[in-house]
Nanobody, 124 residues
Framework: QVQLVESGGGLVQAGGSLRLSCAASERTFTFYAVGWFRQAPGKDREFVAG????????HYADSVKGRFTISRDNAKLTAYLQMNSLKPEDTAVYYC?????????????????WGQGTQVAVSS
């Protein structure tokens, strides 16, 4: 079983930046696709960004394209989400997850290990 721990969340003003990290406990992490999702109060969990196991295929939600960058360092068993030009509507709990698919999909059901989440709050 892979344990995932997110960090890097916090409170930031609109236009600011944050870098989220997702640290994995097992080396099998290197074979999994990684997805970042977020969930705002009263809303469904939504896909933010995904990266395949080797980093050659990356996908973003339209709402974050051009502002967020997903990456991974398999040697460190860690994935990242660099978030720039943050907006109040980016406020949510952010989760990382891993799934055994060739590509990182947009569907939460394709992921079988999840972190506990980290809160991101963007003030206007």
């Amino acid at each position: 079983q892979v344990q995932l721990v997110e960090s890097g969340g916090g409170l930031v003003q609109a236009g600011g930046s944050l870098r989220l990290s997702c640290a994995a406990s097992e080396r099998t992490f290197t074979f999994y696709a990684v997805g970042w999702f977020r969930q705002a109060p009263g809303k469904d969990r939504e896909f933010v960004a995904g990266i395949n196991w080797i980093g050659t295929s990356i996908h973003y939600a339209d709402s974050v394209k051009g502002r967020f960058t997903i990456s991974r360092d398999n040697a460190k068993l860690t994935a990242y989400l660099q978030m720039n030009s943050l907006k109040p509507e980016d406020t949510a709990v952010y989760y990382c997850a891993v799934g055994n698919t060739a590509q990182a999909t947009r569907f939460p059901n394709d992921y079988f290990y999840w972190g506990q989440g980290t809160q991101v709050a963007v003030s206007s």
